[in-house]
């Protein structure tokens, strides 16, 4: 397309469904310039004027850098999934699209190729998501799904999910989840907690001494950070 779009490569039409993102369904050249714009229906039906039209250039620079892989048989589209590594395998899990998610998939990159296994764990979009002595372990947290402190651990081999001590020191959106030695670290807002994954308990620790949101956690040399 061009900016007075004389030429329509894509048009979504009218739609309800992709109100916040859409995937067109059109392969877009190297180091070609594609522009873009957008119109909404009010409620008295009457269409908006259109956006100011706005341009983007898929990089020639980027080519050999990046490698799509599988896009068909995975999870749909979603936000705040979260994602780990576990035996050389990829894991999805949760997330929010058009409600609260729970499902969990594995892509195998040496297959291509994604499984769906056992739905389960916190079912909201701010829960935490880590692995841990070959398991995986979902912490939930307030949401868009159901305020709850439970603590999930998901077994491969079994494809089950169980059901663990529940954490009660503090409730609260954006868990951020770590591990470290036979403990997971779950950390939201200023306050932490400890989860002892051999006795199935919890420990409320000294908490970050300032409080933001939108934090993170990582493990660095024995430490976390």
Same mark, same amino acid.
């Given at each position: 397309?061009? #900016?007075?779009?004389?030429?329509?490569?894509?048009?979504?039409? !009218?739609?309800?469904?992709?109100?916040?993102?859409?995937?067109?369904?059109?392969?877009?050249?190297?180091? !070609?310039?594609?522009?873009?714009?957008?119109?909404?229906?009010?409620?008295?039906?009457?269409?908006?004027?259109?956006?100011?039209? !706005?341009?983007?250039?898929?990089?020639?620079?980027?080519?050999?850098?990046?490698? !799509?892989?599988?896009?068909g048989g995975?999870p749909n589209?979603?936000?705040?999934?979260? %994602? #780990?590594?576990?035996?050389?395998?990829?894991?999805?899990? %949760?997330?929010?699209g058009s409600?609260?998610?729970?499902?969990?998939?594995?892509?195998?990159?040496?297959?291509?190729?994604?499984?769906?296994?056992?739905?389960?764990?916190?079912?909201?979009?701010?829960?935490? =998501?880590?692995?841990?002595?070959?398991?995986?372990?979902?912490? %939930?947290?307030?949401?868009?799904?159901?305020? *709850? *402190?439970?603590? /999930?651990? /998901?077994?491969?081999?079994?494809?089950?999910?169980?059901?663990?001590?529940?954490? *009660?020191? =503090?409730?609260?959106?954006?868990? =951020?989840?770590?591990?470290?030695?036979?403990?997971?670290?779950?950390?939201?807002?200023?306050?932490?907690?400890?989860?002892?994954?051999?006795?199935?308990?919890? *420990?409320?620790?000294?908490?970050?001494?300032?409080?933001?949101?939108?934090?993170?956690?990582?493990?660095?040399?024995?430490?976390?950070?």
């Amino acid at each position: 397309a061009d #900016a007075a779009f004389g030429s329509v490569l894509w048009d979504s039409g !009218q739609t309800s469904a992709d109100l916040a993102s859409v995937v067109p369904a059109y392969s877009l050249a190297q180091g !070609q310039v594609y522009w873009w714009r957008v119109r909404y229906r009010g409620e008295v039906l009457d269409w908006s004027p259109w956006s100011l039209p !706005q341009s983007f250039t898929r990089s020639a620079s980027l080519a050999g850098l990046y490698t !799509q892989i599988a896009v068909g048989g995975g999870p749909n589209i979603r936000y705040y999934s979260k %994602a #780990a590594v576990l035996d050389g395998k990829l894991w999805i899990h %949760a997330g929010y699209g058009s409600g609260a998610l729970s499902d969990l998939w594995v892509f195998d990159p040496g297959a291509n190729n994604w499984t769906q296994k056992a739905a389960g764990g916190a079912g909201n979009d701010t829960s935490g =998501f880590v692995v841990q002595g070959g398991m995986l372990f979902s912490v %939930a947290s307030a949401g868009s799904g159901t305020i *709850t *402190t439970t603590l /999930y651990r /998901y077994n491969p081999n079994s494809n089950t999910w169980a059901t663990l001590a529940n954490q *009660t020191f =503090f409730v609260g959106s954006w868990n =951020f989840v770590a591990a470290l030695n036979d403990k997971l670290y779950v950390l939201n807002g200023a306050r932490l907690a400890a989860y002892d994954v051999t006795g199935n308990t919890w *420990t409320r620790l000294a908490g970050v001494p300032s409080v933001s949101g939108g934090r993170g956690l990582a493990v660095c040399n024995g430490k976390l950070y």
